[in-house]
C-alpha cells in the first residue's frame, strides 16, 4: 500500500511522498513539473470528436479548446440557488447549470454535463498517474481540504477521490498541512505558537496552532482556532485584471467583450502572468494578440501598460478582507500579534507584494517564516501525516502495528505516535428551531472551535410543539439558520401516548470523517432514536417526483402571492426581504428541468408562508373562516379583527392576548388536521432556556 499526500488546489495541484532516505518530497509531473494545473479543457475535432484534456495538456490547449474547466474547487458541493453559484456564474468563463438528479451544480463540457466531484476527479486522476511514475502504484491518499470547508465540500472531495482510485485515509486542513510541513523541522521540546495564512487561488484560511516536538520525534498539532472565506483568494486579484481589460477594449474600440467567453480565458489567463510579473517588477505589459473583432471587420491586438501601484489598489479591498479576518481569529481566541511565535505564508497568492507587506506590518518581519514553498508546504505536511499513518514500528523489537495501536502487538512496549493532529470544528452544527416569535433560530449543538472527533456527544434539550418532529440540520456561524449551509432535514414522529409539547434531549455524534449521528431522547421516558445525516448537502430537501415537477412550484408561488396581497403589511421587514428573494429563486427554478432545484425553492417558500408571525396567523384564520359553520367564521373573523386593530394600535400585549385566542379557533376548525396549523413551528423544535436544558453539554 502507497500512500501520499495530495493538495487538491483550486489553480494547482500537488503530490508529495516520504523518501525514506531523503525525506518528503514533492514528486514531479511526468513533464518535470511540480505543479499540476486544476484544468480539464475539451477539444473537438472537425468530425466531432472530444478529447478531454486534464493538467499541463489542458492548459496549454489555451484558446483551442471549446470548453476550459478552472477553478472546479469553487463549486464543490454547493446548491444551484446559493448567491455563491450565482457569482461563480457571472465570474467563471464556462456554463454552470443545475444537476438533473438533485438542487447541486453541474458544468457542462461539450455535449456532456459533469459535477464538480466528476471534474476534481479527473484532476485527482492525472496527479495520481504521474505520481505513480515516480513511486510506484498509489492505493491510498491524505488530500488536503480548506479549512473553512463544510461538510458537504469535504463529503464531495472524498467522492473525487474514490472516483479516481484513491482510498482516502485522511482529509486534512490545509493551514494544518502546512503547518506540519514546518513543525517537524523545529527543534525538539520547543513550543511553538503558530499563525498560517493560507491565500490559495480560490479559498483563504487561518489556522491558529500550537506545535509541539516531543523528545521521541513525534509531532503535535493542536488548532486552537480558526478563519476563513471559500470565496476570497488569488482569483480575484486575476479578476480584477481581467475587468481591467474589459473597460481598455470598450474605451479604445467601443466593443463590449464582457460576455465573450472565449476573450474572457484569454485575458485569464494574461491576468495571471501579469500578476506574477507585479511580484518582480513595478509594471508590466499585457498583449493579447488576434483578440478583438470590430464592427468592419476589422481583427485588433489588445495591448495595455499595468503599474503595480495600479494593481494593489485593485486588490486592496481583498487583502484588508483577509486581514480583518486574521484579527478576527486572534480576538476570537484571546491572542495578540505579540503572542504568535511564527507566520507561515502559504498558497500562490501569499507571494503578492502587498500581501506580504500586510502580514509582515501585523506582526513583524521576524515572524514571517520564508522557509517552506508557500505553493509546495500543504502537500509536503500531507505526505508527512500520510507517512505517519502508515503504521507504527515498535521502538524496541522493530514490530509493525497498525497505526491506531497504542502498544506493540508482539511485545507490548508503549508506542510512540510520529504525529498527532487535534481538529477543531471551523463552524457550528446545530438545527434550526423557534425561540419566542423568531422561527429562524441556529441553535448550535456543537460549537464552533470543539475538538473532534467527540469524546462523547454533545446534547441540547429543547422542547416539541407536536407528535411530528422536523430537525433542519445546519452548519455556520449566523444567528438565523437560514443563512446556513443546509445539510438535511431530519423528521420523525414521536409516539401518540407522549406528550406533544415534551422536552426532547437532541445528542450529536462527531467523528474524525465529520459525519453526524443524531440520538433523539424523550427525558423520563425510554424513547430513544438514532437518525443519520445524510451527507450529501447538495440533495438535503429533494423531494419524491410529480408527475409534473413545475405544478407544485408553480402553486407554491401562486399561494405567496395570495398571501403577501392580503397580509403583506403584517409581515416583518427581515422576513419579508427574505420571502423576496426566496420568490426571485422560485420564478428561476421554474425554469429550470430540475426537480430538486423545484422542490427546494417551493420548501423555502411555504417555510416562508408557515414562519410569518402574525401574518401567518392571519392568512390560516381567512383559510379557516371559509370551511368553518357560520357561527364558526363569524367568531373566527372577529377574532382576527381584534388582532389587527390591536396590531394598528400598537397594543402588544393586547395583540398578543387577542392573536392567543384568534389561533385557539383556528386550530379548532383545523382539528382534523396532524399539527396545529398556526402553531408557526411546523413542526420544529423551540429553543428553551431553562438552566438545563439551554446550553450544550457532554452527556457521559
Not at 328 to 351: E, F, H, M, Q, W
Not at 530 to 541: C, F, I, S, Y
Not at 554 to 561: K, Q, S
Not at 608 to 628: H, N, P
Amino acid at each position: 500500500m502507497t500512500t501520499i499526500g495530495i493538495d487538491l488546489g483550486t489553480t494547482n495541484s500537488v503530490a508529495a511522498a516520504v523518501d525514506p532516505a531523503r525525506g518528503p518530497e514533492t514528486l514531479e509531473t511526468r513533464n518535470g513539473n511540480r505543479l499540476t494545473p486544476s484544468i480539464v479543457a475539451l477539444k473537438v475535432a472537425k468530425d466531432g470528436a472530444e478529447t478531454v484534456a486534464v493538467g499541463e495538456p489542458a492548459r496549454n490547449l489555451g484558446r483551442m479548446a471549446t470548453t476550459t474547466i478552472a477553478s472546479i474547487k469553487r463549486l464543490m458541493g454547493r446548491h444551484f440557488t446559493e448567491p455563491q453559484v450565482a457569482e461563480a456564474q457571472r465570474r467563471l468563463d464556462y456554463e454552470i447549470v443545475p444537476r438533473s438528479d438533485d438542487a447541486g451544480v453541474a458544468v457542462r463540457m461539450g455535449s456532456t454535463t459533469y459535477t464538480p466531484a466528476q471534474i476534481s476527479s479527473m484532476i485527482l486522476g492525472r496527479v495520481k498517474q504521474d505520481a505513480a511514475s515516480r513511486v510506484g502504484e498509489i492505493t491510498h491518499a491524505v488530500i488536503t481540504v480548506p479549512a473553512y470547508f463544510e461538510t458537504a465540500q469535504r463529503t464531495a472531495t472524498r467522492e473525487a477521490a474514490e472516483a479516481a482510485g484513491l482510498k482516502v485515509r485522511q482529509l486534512v486542513n490545509e493551514p494544518t498541512a502546512a503547518a506540519i510541513a514546518f513543525g517537524m523541522r523545529t527543534s525538539q521540546d520547543e513550543g511553538r505558537r503558530v499563525l498560517v495564512y493560507d491565500l490559495g487561488g480560490g479559498t483563504f484560511d487561518i489556522s491558529l496552532l500550537n506545535v509541539v516536538r516531543d523528545v521521541a520525534g513525534g509531532g503535535q498539532f493542536e488548532i486552537v482556532g480558526t478563519e476563513g472565506d471559500n470565496w476570497l483568494g488569488g482569483d480575484d486579484f486575476d479578476h480584477c485584471i481581467v475587468d481591467r481589460i474589459i473597460a481598455v477594449v470598450r474605451e479604445e474600440y467601443g466593443v463590449d467583450v464582457s460576455g465573450d467567453r472565449s476573450f474572457r480565458g484569454a485575458a485569464k489567463t494574461a491576468a495571471e502572468l501579469a500578476k506574477r510579473d507585479l511580484s518582480e517588477f513595478d509594471t508590466t505589459e499585457i498583449v493579447i494578440p488576434h483578440a478583438v473583432k470590430l464592427a468592419d471587420g476589422t481583427v485588433v491586438n489588445v495591448l495595455l501598460d499595468v503599474r503595480r501601484d495600479e494593481f494593489e489598489a485593485m486588490i486592496k479591498p481583498f487583502v484588508a478582507r483577509t486581514m480583518t479576518l486574521v484579527e478576527k481569529v486572534l480576538r476570537d481566541n484571546s491572542y495578540t500579534p505579540g503572542d504568535i511565535t511564527d507566520v507561515l505564508l502559504v498558497g500562490g497568492a501569499t507571494l503578492t507584494p502587498r500581501v506580504q507587506e500586510a502580514v509582515t506590518a501585523l506582526f513583524g518581519a521576524d515572524k514571517v517564516r520564508r522557509t517552506l514553498n508557500p505553493m509546495e508546504c500543504v502537500a509536503l505536511g500531507a505526505a508527512i501525516l500520510a507517512d505517519s499513518l502508515g503504521g507504527v514500528e515498535c521502538p524496541a523489537c522493530g514490530a509493525p502495528n497498525d497505526d491506531t495501536a497504542e502498544v506493540c502487538a508482539a511485545c507490548g512496549q508503549e508506542l510512540v505516535r510520529g504525529i498527532t493532529v487535534i481538529e477543531t470544528t471551523a463552524l457550528a452544527v446545530g438545527i434550526a428551531a423557534v425561540d419566542g416569535e423568531d422561527t429562524d433560530v441556529f441553535a448550535p449543538i456543537i460549537p464552533k472551535g470543539t475538538r473532534y472527533p467527540l469524546e462523547r456527544p454533545m446534547t441540547r434539550r429543547f422542547r416539541a410543539s407536536g407528535h411530528r418532529i422536523k430537525m433542519p440540520v445546519c452548519e455556520g456561524e449566523q444567528q438565523q439558520a437560514s443563512r446556513n449551509a443546509l445539510h438535511d432535514i431530519i423528521e420523525t414522529r414521536l409516539p401518540e401516548h407522549l406528550d406533544p409539547n415534551c422536552e426532547v434531549e437532541i445528542s450529536f455524534e462527531y467523528n474524525l470523517n465529520r459525519e453526524i449521528i443524531i440520538g433523539l431522547t424523550v427525558p423520563g421516558t425510554e424513547h430513544f432514536e438514532q437518525l443519520h445525516v445524510r451527507q450529501q448537502g447538495a440533495a438535503a430537501g429533494a423531494a419524491a417526483p410529480a408527475d409534473d415537477p413545475n405544478d407544485d412550484l408553480e402553486r407554491a408561488i401562486l399561494i405567496v402571492d395570495q398571501f403577501l396581497q392580503s397580509f403583506e403589511r403584517f409581515v416583518p421587514k427581515a422576513r419579508m426581504r427574505r420571502i423576496e428573494q426566496h420568490r426571485d429563486e422560485a420564478e428561476r427554478a421554474a425554469a429550470l428541468p430540475d426537480r430538486g432545484t423545484q422542490d427546494r425553492a417551493r420548501d423555502a417558500l411555504m417555510n416562508d408562508l408557515d414562519t410569518s408571525g402574525l401574518a401567518t396567523v392571519l392568512f390560516y384564520a381567512s383559510i379557516a373562516a371559509e370551511r368553518s359553520t357560520p357561527r364558526e367564521a363569524a367568531d373566527i373573523r372577529q377574532a382576527a379583527e381584534a388582532v389587527t386593530e390591536a396590531h394598528d394600535s400598537g397594543n402588544n400585549a393586547r395583540r398578543a392576548q387577542a392573536e392567543r385566542i384568534l389561533s385557539e379557533l383556528v386550530n379548532r376548525a383545523f382539528a382534523d388536521e396532524d399539527t396545529n396549523v398556526v402553531e408557526d413551528t411546523d413542526g420544529m423544535l423551540i429553543v428553551t432556556h431553562s438552566p438545563s436544558a439551554g446550553r450544550t453539554q457532554a452527556r457521559g
